[in-house]
């Protein structure tokens, strides 16, 4: 799976980096001075990466909390996010990650105990419940059995009530969670799309029924659950392809373990969009009817409103109005 | 278009024989092989000589983008002479500079660390290799295109038992020919890439019926990716005949996009 293994000096020989050394016998290791060498360089072209990404080990000094986005928000008034990894092994063709990073490859911060503490003290901090959101540079759980990242950071939350994590995810990698008691402040979100619209546009991801059987052994073992339908994507028929969608999904839904539905359109800062299109300019999702000119790319304002209050209405008739939260204008 | 560089004319003669490249004439300053997919500059030994045939090639054509190829000799403190490898990390000895060439795809031969040297290399450490041309030839081919299509492949000529004086021009060209298999396969992933840069072909045709304007030429490439994507057909520049200028051409296509279904495959 990973064919370059490149590694920072000064962690070369981390317990951590051993151990994914050890998983990857075939890989060629790479050392390098700082991640940045190997990341940023302008001459790097993500979508001819993502045919085959190699994973950077490094270590992160700052910045290891930071507020959320706007609209980040299942109900709470301090969002925080932090980014174990950078990057993904899905290939979502709306995934804002395309357009902001130049480098397909994943790093992943090897430093955990420093994320712990950063985490630690802004809970401390905090005079209200805080919420924390892992899956914002990646999928949170996605290369959890390369990682351990989530099985590390989760007994750190049992010792607060007043913290909140949201793991975000399309993946099925969810024995870590399995086995372990259901945390009440660990919200287990999917992000889920119609099938049509998954096959097209969420590229390596697992299927939809995969993902809600997921979702299901989750809820049956009690941990609350959370389902975020961002970006809705507008074709001919979304009402319809939605309405049904919608169904399929709640027929699966213990509505007593749900915390929290997420409901966005489609929209990207300009920047990132135009770095995406240069990169895949024969893709359906951005021949759209799309406000190419606007800061923050989406859907005609009109035709966005239209999409948002349909979902909304279809989504009031199956769960109360405290649980539905609506994104917009941000990422 | 592939450009290979290489040092010297031993290293070329494989791939000239191999992908019968034609020499150009009255060609001022380096040698130039070519044929309709490759083109091989012999640049002389060094990293300046490297470096200014690699921008040499790319000023004849400046708009152009091409998958860069360094080929040519090296030596290895532990691998034996024949073997093959490919840079996945190059250093400027001089500068201490490194670049870190991505190779989205399976290597046709093991990888290593390769050290660009001013002075053929006695000493050799432990799993690197020694060149005398990488480090300048990746430092100037890589403002052209993007990482993934700058590579260099190095075949072991000298190592600790045979130095690097005994290396001689048979040697050079026996070891390379006998390594165009994996150089082929290489060449062959590199084309694979370069074909996924490639620009919508239909733009030329709209552009010998009408004028275009920068912006204007921006906007119908636009528009044409944007056709292609939900029409999945192409477009012909005499649909639009009737049309007395550029301008009309672009409001018109744009109408016809906003008419095409959008859909997303089987529900
Ligand atoms: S799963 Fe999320 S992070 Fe991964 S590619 Fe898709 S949108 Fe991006």
Redesign the pocket.
């Known amino acids: 799976m990973i064919q370059t293994l490149y590694i920072e000096q000064a962690i070369f020989d981390h317990p951590r980096s051993v151990a994914i050394r050890q998983r990857f016998p075939q890989a060629s290791v790479v050392t390098c001075e700082r991640y940045g060498e190997v990341f940023n360089p302008k001459a790097q072209n993500f979508r001819l990466q993502k045919q085959q990404p190699s994973l950077i080990l490094a270590e992160k000094f700052n910045k290891f909390v930071l507020e959320a986005p706007f609209s980040y928000n299942i109900g709470g008034q301090r969002n925080y996010y932090f980014s174990h990894m950078l990057n993904?092994i899905?290939?979502?063709r709306y995934?804002f990650?395309q357009g902001m990073y130049r480098s397909a490859n994943y790093v992943l911060f090897v430093n955990y105990e420093d994320f712990d503490t950063a985490i630690e003290q802004t809970i401390k901090e905090s005079n209200q419940p805080a919420y924390f959101f892992s899956g914002y540079d990646?999928?949170s759980l996605a290369l959890e059995p390369v990682t351990g990242f989530i099985k590390h950071t989760l007994p750190l939350f049992k010792k607060f009530d007043n913290a909140y994590i949201e793991l975000r995810t399309?993946s099925t990698q969810i024995r870590s969670l399995l086995e372990i008691n259901a945390m009440q402040n660990c919200i287990v979100a999917f992000?889920l799309s119609p099938d049509n619209l998954a096959a097209a546009l969420?590229h390596k991801?697992p299927s939809l029924s995969k993902r809600l059987d997921a979702l299901e052994k989750l809820q049956q073992t009690g941990w609350p659950i959370g389902l975020r339908f961002d970006p809705i994507i507008y074709c001919d028929d979304y009402q319809q392809i939605y309405d049904e969608f919608f169904k399929q999904v709640f027929a699966r839904i213990n509505l007593k373990q749900l915390h929290s539905v997420s409901l966005g359109t489609f929209r990207m800062p300009q920047g990132f969009y135009r770095n995406i299109v240069k990169l895949y300019p024969e893709e359906k999702l951005f021949a759209g009817p799309l406000a190419e000119s606007q800061p923050m790319v989406s859907y005609e304002s009109e035709l966005e409103q239209q999409m948002l209050n349909f979902c909304r209405d279809k989504l009031l008739e199956l769960i109360p109005e405290e649980k539905l939260f609506i994104c917009h204008d941000d990422i | 278009m592939l450009h290979i560089v290489t040092a010297l004319p031993c290293e070329a003669k494989p791939l000239i024989k191999q992908y019968r490249l034609n020499g150009r004439q009255a060609e001022n300053g380096f040698r130039i092989y070519e044929n309709q997919q490759i083109r091989l500059i012999i640049a002389g030994i060094g990293k300046c000589a490297a470096a200014a045939a690699c921008a040499y090639l790319q000023g004849a054509e400046p708009q152009g983008k091409h998958a860069w190829l360094n080929l040519g000799i090296a030596g290895h403190g532990d691998l034996n002479i024949g073997e093959a490898i490919m840079a996945h990390k190059v250093t400027d000895a001089t500068t201490g500079k490194n670049w870190y060439p991505a190779m989205p795809f399976n290597h046709p031969c093991p990888t290593a660390t390769l050290i660009s040297v001013d002075q053929p290399q006695t000493d050799y450490c432990a799993n690197t290799a020694y060149d005398m041309e990488a480090s300048g030839f990746y430092a100037t081919a890589s403002r052209f295109n993007s990482g993934e299509l700058v590579q260099v492949f190095k075949v072991i000529s000298d190592n600790h038992a045979n130095s690097a004086e005994q290396v001689s021009a048979q040697l050079t060209e026996q070891i390379i020919a006998a390594r165009l298999d994996d150089i082929d396969a290489l060449i062959q992933q590199l084309f694979k890439l370069e074909q996924q840069q490639q620009m919508s072909p239909e733009i030329k045709q709209f552009q010998q019926h009408w004028h275009f304007s920068v912006s204007q030429q921006h906007k119908l490439q636009r528009l044409l990716q944007r056709w292609l994507a939900r029409s999945q057909t192409a477009i012909k520049a005499d649909d639009f005949s009737n049309k007395k200028n550029s301008k009309a051409v672009l409001q018109a296509l744009e109408k016809q996009i906003i008419a095409l279904p959008m859909s997303f495959g089987d529900k």
């Open positions: 993904c899905y290939d979502c995934c990650l990646c999928d399309k992000s969420e991801a």
